[in-house]
């Protein structure tokens, strides 16, 4: 499964942007999704949690660093999942990706479709090409 990133970009300290993460193939729709971020200077460490959503479209989780000002929704209609941050801060600069969990076994049951995924990076399978967002203070 291909994962294809939009969005991101400049934007000023407190303000809004969304990044989407599609794919043409419509098992998307049978995968929770992730979102993570690398921060400069922290390329040694793993990739920080930010937000999932279920296969569902249900259990949003966000990290700690994101909580209360970013929202993650699906379209299943669109195979898209986005991910709209608001008051954004400098410290949000980062590289941002989507990844999917439950390609590789164990796969995802329709009875797991509303169960919260992992937020460890390990558990994602297939990872979309990255997408830049700058904040300027």
């Known amino acids: 499964i291909h994962l294809e990133q939009s969005g991101g970009g400049l934007v000023q300290a407190g303000g809004s942007l969304t990044l989407s993460c599609a794919s043409s193939d419509h098992s998307f729709n049978t995968y929770h999704i992730g979102w993570f971020r690398q921060r400069p200077g922290k390329e040694h460490e793993d990739h920080e949690f930010?937000?999932?959503?279920?296969?569902?479209?249900?259990?949003?989780n966000y990290g700690d660093a994101v909580k209360g000002r970013t929202a993650i929704s699906r379209d299943f209609a669109k195979n898209t999942v986005s991910l709209q941050m608001s008051s954004l801060r400098p410290e949000d600069t980062a590289v941002y990706y989507c990844?999917?969990?439950?390609?590789?076994?164990?796969?995802?049951?329709?009875?797991?479709?509303?169960?919260?995924?992992?937020?460890?990076?390990?558990?994602?399978?297939?990872w979309g090409q990255g997408t830049q967002v700058t904040v300027a203070s």
């Open positions: 990844a999917v969990h439950g390609v590789r076994p164990p796969k995802v049951t329709p009875a797991a479709y509303g169960v919260r995924p992992p937020i460890a990076t390990p558990a994602y399978d297939r």
């Open positions: 930010v937000a999932s959503i279920t296969a569902s479209g249900s259990s949003p």
